[in-house]
């Protein structure tokens, strides 16, 4: 059997940008990763076999997902295919579609990068009074503008975005195709983006040293590098290990807004100390809720060393 030298990679970022009936912005999300999940390989399949029916992206979904994810939100699974409750999609032209260089500068050659834009309005998602959504997807293959049909390229669980009446919420998505990763696009994860690569449970000075030497200062640097590339004195194994444990960071989310009076707390003590405890110092907190958010918050406590975990503060968490 002819090993493998090299595994074909798709990735995506996106950014959220909110703007009222002012016109003025209210909200950007900076970029984050997204999941690219299985469907799109089919979908991808397909087109290199020209299936009749079968064409590129398509739509932009979103939905309202569940209000239990304000507490506490699931990460999308590779094997999704459809949103958890689509509300409205948009349809997109080639107008929508453009290609990107490695400094993420529309071209008009073909490059193995895409930008996809689109913009929804409060008027576009029907119903009445405040539209929530949680959620949206990319649609291709045999999509319609009916909900759930089509093939799912990616998927994206986000914090809850509230549109009324005059607001506008603009999107933004990078794809890139292949060996080589997302170009040049700056990962931002909220707090963790400007985390020290050292926060990482594992790096230590041993291997900090050497991500310095490459240029890895920070877990967004640790992310945009390909991971197809070596850095010296560092094990593969390690690598991936580290980078999988930054994703993990950068991707937390959780609402802790009913947490502020603990503000001053580090994640190391909330998660030390017992729940009935904190619900008892803190009576507006009831002990599930600390239960909920410290299942939340055990993701940090696997990525991060003792460290980080207790110099992070559930202020720095709350205002990222």
Request: proline content about 4%; glycine content about 8%; aromatic content about 8%.
């Amino acid at each position: 059997m002819m090993k493998q030298a090299h595994r074909s990679m798709l990735q995506g970022f996106y950014r959220d940008q909110v703007c009222n009936s002012q016109n003025r912005m209210i909200w950007d999300s900076g970029w984050r990763a997204n999941r690219i999940v299985e469907s799109c390989n089919e979908l991808l399949a397909a087109l290199m076999k020209r299936e009749p029916g079968v064409s590129g992206i398509l739509y932009w979904a979103v939905g309202e997902g569940a209000a239990a994810w304000d507490s506490l939100m699931p990460s999308p699974s590779a094997g999704d295919r459809k949103l958890s409750a689509e509300v409205a999609r948009k349809a997109l032209s080639v107008e929508n579609i453009a290609f990107l260089d490695e400094n993420n500068q529309i071209v008009d050659e073909a490059t193995p990068r895409l930008q996809i834009s689109a913009a929804f309005t409060r008027g576009e998602l029907g119903g009445e009074g405040p539209r929530f959504l949680r959620e949206f997807g990319l649609f291709g293959g045999n999509a319609t503008n009916a909900a759930n049909t089509g093939w799912m390229i990616d998927y994206v669980i986000h914090p809850r975005i509230q549109l009324s009446e005059g607001m506008r919420l603009t999107r933004n998505l990078h794809l890139s195709f292949g060996v080589g990763g997302a170009g040049t696009v700056n990962v931002v994860g909220g707090f963790g983006g400007t985390l020290p690569v050292n926060s990482i449970d594992g790096v230590g000075q041993r291997f900090s040293s050497a991500f310095h030497v490459a240029g890895v200062r920070t877990l967004n640097d640790l992310i945009a590098v390909n991971p197809l590339q070596r850095i010296q004195s560092i094990p593969d194994i390690k690598f991936l290990e580290f980078r999988a444990k930054a994703k993990m960071v950068l991707e937390f989310r959780a609402d802790l807004r009913p947490f502020a009076s603990l503000s001053e707390w580090s994640i190391s003590r909330l998660l030390q100390v017992d729940p009935e405890s904190i619900s008892a110092e803190v009576p507006d907190i009831a002990t599930h809720q600390v239960i909920q958010i410290r299942e939340a918050l055990s993701v940090l406590q696997v990525a991060l060393d003792d460290a980080a975990l207790r110099e992070v503060s559930l202020g720095t968490l709350l205002n990222s």
